[in-house]
């Protein structure tokens, strides 16, 4: 039975799919399955679209940037397990070969997840892991006040903690770029409230001094779950109560917001946070990695 699918597969595939540059006409549609793969200024990326008898398998969008070009893929769930993505991924590398060196995902991806199977498969190899944690915010929001209570009287001066409602989006957007190379398109386009699945501008919280950005702390909420995405600290203020500071202020607001748990990563090096889960005995969830593909 699994012989007759696949056999089925291939033959859709060598058939009676062609992979193609996306027509005016397809435009819409790929913005659609790859809402973030659109800037809202700047160039529109390069789009593949894969297509057959019925219609539309799967699309691709590349985008031009420097430092290996950001990869955004959709196969429509029909079409899945057909070698429709793989293929779609040949042809992008074979598009950007001799223009950079290397795909990279646009996103992060649990180590278990489909996605990182289907990434594996096609040659991508790790290029950042994260851990992930996942906390009990009500029982966890009042023992991080409690801990910044204590070290209270060491608190560098100055520091201010307010919503990313009320922050200058450009300095958050410098600081969360320069840390973060590789995600730096969708974690600065989310920053802006009319992206379609933007960082929530109350809960997320961002560190001042002096008027210049020093941290911040971006998530979204998905029930009564946050999902930080990014926790960024300037240098300066590293293996200190920044972070700290950063992750008190989102789980206390939370907390008052309904919110019963917390989801957050950080890199294995990052000292501070990864403390942070240990001592309020978060549970580990599966890593978060970015994927590139050299070229
Ligand atoms: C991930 C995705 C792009 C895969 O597309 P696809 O056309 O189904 O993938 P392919 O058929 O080309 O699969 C190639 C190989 O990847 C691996 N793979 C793909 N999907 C997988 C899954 N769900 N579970 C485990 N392995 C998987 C397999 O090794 C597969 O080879 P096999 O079918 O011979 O075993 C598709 O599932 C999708 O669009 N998901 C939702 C959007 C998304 O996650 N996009 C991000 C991609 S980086």
């Not at 809202?40 to 593949?48: I, N």
């Not at 429509?76 to 290397?102: D, F, H, K, N």
């Not at 997840?113 to 906390?135: I, K, M, N, Y």
């Amino acid at each position: 039975m699994q012989t007759a699918v696949l056999l089925y597969c291939e033959v859709v595939i060598s058939l009676t799919t062609t992979i193609a540059a996306a027509t005016n006409a397809q435009a819409p549609l790929c913005r659609h399955l790859l809402p973030a793969a659109f800037p809202r200024v700047g160039a529109a990326p390069e789009l593949l679209v894969a297509s057959g008898a019925n219609g539309v398998h799967g699309v691709l969008a590349l985008d031009w940037v420097s430092d290996g070009f950001v990869l955004h893929l959709h196969v429509v769930p029909a079409s899945r397990r057909c070698g429709v993505g793989r293929a779609l991924v040949a042809q992008a590398a074979a598009m950007a070969r001799g223009e950079t060196r290397r795909l990279r995902t646009a996103t992060l991806v649990f180590e278990t997840s489909p996605e990182s199977a289907f990434l594996r498969s096609c040659g991508f190899t790790v290029t950042r892991r994260l851990l992930a944690f996942d906390t009990d915010g009500g029982r966890y929001g009042p023992t991080l006040s409690a801990l910044l209570r204590r070290a209270g009287k060491h608190v560098p001066p100055g520091l201010t903690v307010g919503p990313l409602a009320s922050a200058p989006a450009a300095g958050v957007a410098a600081l969360v770029g320069w840390q973060f190379g590789v995600l730096q398109h969708d974690a600065v386009a989310k920053l802006d409230p009319r992206h379609p699945d933007p960082y929530d501008q109350q809960l997320s919280q961002v560190l001042m001094r002096d008027g210049v950005v020093v941290g911040a702390i971006l998530g979204r909420r998905f029930g009564n779950i946050i999902e930080v995405d990014v926790n960024v600290v300037a240098p300066s203020l590293r293996h200190g109560l920044a972070n700290l500071m950063l992750l008190e202020a989102i789980m206390r607001l939370g907390e008052q917001a309904g919110v019963q748990r917390a989801r957050f990563s950080c890199e294995a090096h990052v000292r501070d946070t990864v403390n942070i889960g240990a001592r309020l005995s978060a549970a580990r969830m599966p890593d978060q990695l970015s994927y590139a593909l050299m070229l």
